[in-house]
């Protein structure tokens, strides 16, 4: 399944981690890879892994290649992954989660982790909160270990539930000494499913400070301008969201219960359409 041309020659690389499906509120991770892979010098696609069989084709539909009305190829989903030198050697690994065969991918990126010598990975995405588009985007972290746990700081509380393809891959990395962290950005809930560049932003800001890798972040500056002044135009129109908003921004201030956030949020998704208690 995992198809690699040439391995590259590396100098202790970190792995990043983005995969699109279950989680990755506002675009936060898979843009920041994206934003890396831009980044990068000499970028370069050296492996992919095919997801024919294993993908939610409902979910995650094959591409169809037409030149001059004719179908050319079918191009099925899969992960990449890219290496290049971005302050340090990193390698990017994108794609949809698959919904089959966890166990066997897992082990072979794994082996591949350990194939190119990484030492660290970085796993990258975003989450739906109850937090203000007006403040800064907090980035909550988990790692593979105690002490790991204790040099990243801004810790995901304890958790037991559900899990992503993601968190899957970082306990196994853990279990073979390669230290492996989460981070995920914060975003808005009210606007979860549209890009944010200020969680694009906050997640490429933790990553350098946690592995040295490091992005010119002023075009994300103006795009994150850009997007507040947006939301703010869209909050005009919308009295309840903005109510929401207001909410949200007196928690800190002790206006505001987190059992009053809860019912503010759930009448919210009610009047939207949304049963917060449906599968």
Not at 34 to 56: H, K, N, P
Not at 75 to 95: K, Q
Request: charged share 25%; with cysteine.
């Amino acid at each position: 399944m995992l198809s690699i041309d040439v391995w590259p020659d590396m100098n202790d690389p970190v792995l990043v981690v983005a995969l699109t499906g279950w989680i990755d509120a506002g675009l936060a991770g898979a843009s920041a890879a994206d934003a890396i892979i831009r980044s990068m010098a000499a970028a370069r696609e050296f492996g992919t892994y095919d997801l024919g069989d294993s993908a939610d084709l409902r979910t995650t539909r094959p591409l169809a290649l037409l030149d001059g009305g004719v179908t050319r190829r079918i191009e099925w989903p899969h992960l990449t992954f890219t290496g290049g030198r971005v302050g340090r050697d990193v390698v990017v690994l994108t794609g949809p989660e698959p919904c089959l065969e966890w166990q066997r991918l897992t082990e072979e990126i794994v082996t591949a982790a350990e194939r190119l010598g990484v030492k660290m990975a970085v796993m990258l995405g975003g989450m739906p909160s109850p937090v203000s588009h007006r403040r800064p985007v907090p980035v909550l972290a988990s790692a593979t270990s105690r002490a790991l746990a204790q040099e990243v700081g801004a810790l995901r509380g304890d958790y037991h539930g559900p899990t992503g393809l993601q968190s899957v891959l970082q306990v196994a990395l853990g279990d073979v000494g390669i230290d492996a962290v989460g981070l995920w950005a914060q975003v808005p809930h009210y606007i979860s499913g549209t890009p944010s560049p200020p969680a694009v932003r906050a997640l490429l800001e933790r990553l350098r400070d946690i592995a040295l890798i490091s992005v010119d972040l002023r075009d994300l500056d103006r795009q994150a301008l850009l997007y507040a002044a947006q939301v703010e135009e869209g909050l005009s129109d919308r009295p309840d969201v903005a109510g929401l908003v207001e909410a949200l921004e007196s928690v800190d201030e002790g206006d505001i219960s987190g059992d009053d956030i809860a019912r503010e949020i759930e009448q919210f998704l009610r009047s939207d359409g949304a049963d917060p208690e449906a599968d």
